[in-house]
């Protein structure tokens, strides 16, 4: 295992109840979770979130709930999901986080497959959850948060029933599961990947090591807490270290923002888009000023290029507008994040920090540091991880294959399926394609099933090519895939575009769809020169919609792979 650096000693690992209560008795006045939604304000202080949690486990193991039994949980982010995760887990049994966007037979699925016995659920998916339980031929203890539909019981009343009860020990073994999670479905299939205490507490004591977070810092809840990126990183790694976390009330901007500058917010986990919209808002903010603060603006943009320390005391006032006066850094993760949005958020002062991981690995495999970050990669791995490259190619490029304490167990009730991806030994395909430097710095070159392989049996990896051409201010979006031509029997590189429409209604209105093909044609070519020939894209389409996305906001590209193509 390759050496890699930290700023401290690791947490200890205990199953993820006891690793919550061991920092909620440190710190018990210190304010743990703040939301306000809708005039509604819900505070807990780490004392009364503990005492929310054990009482809500006391109540489930009464309504007849045994360790290893399976617990859906859905929801909008909010306080209550929270406490009620932990409930499950601290009442010895197994969560289930689903994504509230699923439509009902994804949620019958999911139950159905998980073999959950029970559902806690927000006030807003109850209808669904009841559409969806029709089918499952078996009776579930129904719980809900906020109103309480017939058939369902009350959070809040069983929180305050639970009080009464006698007090319950948390579970100590590492190796007995914490949840399944159902991955978000990028390639068509979802499968229920099984994290253990270990997995997830191991994940969360190599981050503490590897980034500099504590007891001073807020995170913003943004990303879907059914997610491995948010669970883990979002909520379980601030409240085992004594931070704070406040909820945004929605995903609009303006509230994200609002939310970020009212409660002086430290650090945000974001996907790549969010942080895209970040620097295009800023952009276009800039555009529309005066032609002297357009002027100083650039001035200051050019001189962040050499020299860090600047930015930091320039644009104050642009974060400050940003609702970002407070950050000390953003972590970018689930997808590869543009090197023009990265560099632009830097030179304001705002380091960004790009990581690495999958829902199979709890999920960090590796993450920038905020002394040397290099966003080009994804950095060094974090502790507790051996990373190796399998199959290089001539340019070192080859599959990721990772190995570690937080590696799942594998994915449930689907033992073919774990064999295809899980040695016997621990080391993990991730279907991912990177390359590892003499720094131990490790690049995302792409995806084994996306690779396109040409006539000459040259590799083209189509993440490097949206990374090239996705840079041009008229593309909004860029997909690459390969595409067989019947005609040739070979496979071409082809690209389906989203134009900034924002940009043309600003800068050409009066452009026709015939204008408008031949000018993005031109702006391809120009890219594409800072190809390789035969890495260059052959044909394209123009699409006016986004490109269809996972809540997690990754494109589904397998919904592209048949997709007729106009050449």
């Known amino acids: 295992m390759m050496d890699v650096p930290t700023v401290r000693d690791p947490l200890k690992v205990e199953t993820l109840p006891r690793m919550f209560r061991r920092s909620a008795m440190l710190r018990p006045d210190k304010p743990a979770l703040l939301m306000e939604r809708e005039g509604m304000r819900q505070e807990f202080t780490y004392g009364e979130l503990h005492e929310c949690i054990e009482s809500l486990t006391r109540s489930l193991r009464k309504m007849g709930f045994s360790p290893g039994d399976k617990i859906g949980l859905i929801g909008e982010n909010c306080p209550d999901w929270e406490a009620s995760y932990l409930a499950v887990q601290w009442a010895g049994c197994v969560v289930v986080p689903l994504d509230r966007m699923l439509k009902v037979p994804e949620i019958r699925h999911i139950l159905r497959n998980s073999d959950s016995g029970g559902v806690i659920s927000t006030e807003a998916c109850t209808e669904t959850v009841d559409e969806a339980l029709l089918e499952i031929d078996r009776k579930f203890k129904k719980v809900s948060m906020g109103k309480t539909p017939k058939g369902w019981l009350s959070l809040e009343a069983l929180i305050t029933e639970g009080s009464e009860l006698d007090p319950i020990e ?29 997995n997830i507490g191991s994940n969360i004591s190599g981050g503490y090591q590897a980034l500099d977070y504590g ?68 952009q276009r903010n800039v555009r529309e000023s005066s032609g002297f603060k357009r002027l100083v603006f650039n001035a200051g943009m050019s001189l962040g290029k050499i020299a860090k320390g600047i930015p930091k005391a320039m644009f104050g006032s642009v974060r400050k507008a940003m609702g970002m006066e407070k950050v000390r850094y953003l972590i970018s ?27 199979e690995t709890s999920p960090i495999v590796s993450v920038n540091r905020l002394a040397n970050p290099d966003n080009v990669s994804v950095g060094p791995p974090v502790p507790g991880f051996e990373v190796k490259i399998e199959h290089p190619d001539e340019n ?36 991912d394609l990177g390359r590892l430097d003499k720094k131990g710095m490790l690049y995302i070159t792409g995806r084994v099933k996306n690779l396109i392989v040409t006539a000459a ?108 193509v106009k050449v």
């Open 333 to 359: 993760g689930a997808a590869a994040l543009a090197p023009w949005a990265s560099s632009f958020m830097e030179r304001l002062g705002l380091p960004v920090l790009q990581g690495y991981g999958l829902t």
């Open 215 to 282: 007891e001073e810092d807020t995170f913003i809840s943004i990303l879907p807490l059914h997610h491995s990126f948010e669970a883990t990183c979002g909520f379980l790694t601030p409240l085992c270290s004594g931070a704070k976390i406040v909820f945004s009330p929605s995903l609009k901007s303006k509230d994200i923002l609002d939310t970020m500058a009212q409660n002086d917010v430290t650090i945000i986990l974001g996907v790549p888009l969010l942080f895209e919209k970040i620097v295009q808002g800023v």
């Open 396 to 431: 070192s490029n080859g599959e990721i294959v990772v190995r570690g304490a937080s590696v799942m167990k594998g994915y449930y009730k689907n033992p073919e399926a774990t064999r295809e991806v899980l040695s016997e030994d621990g080391w993990l395909k991730t279907g």
């Open 170 to 198: 948390p579970p100590d073994d590492i190796e007995e599961l914490a949840a399944i999670l159902y991955t978000s479905g990028t390639t068509g299939q979802a499968k229920g990947v099984m994290l253990t205490h270990r």
């Open 457 to 564: 049996g040259k590799n083209v990896y189509p993440e490097e090519i949206e990374a090239i051409v996705g840079q041009n201010q008229y593309a909004a979006e860029i997909l690459v895939y390969g595409h067989h031509n019947e005609a040739t029997g070979r496979e071409e590189v082809h690209a389906v575009i989203v134009p900034n429409y924002e940009l043309f209604d600003a800068e050409k209105p009066d452009i026709t769809e015939k204008e408008l093909e031949e000018f993005m044609r031109e702006q391809i070519r120009q890219e594409c020169a800072r190809l390789a020939d035969y890495k260059r894209i052959k044909h394209f389409e123009l699409r006016e919609e986004e490109l269809p996305k996972t809540t997690t906001r990754k494109v589904k590209r397998y919904l592209f792979a048949k997709k007729p």
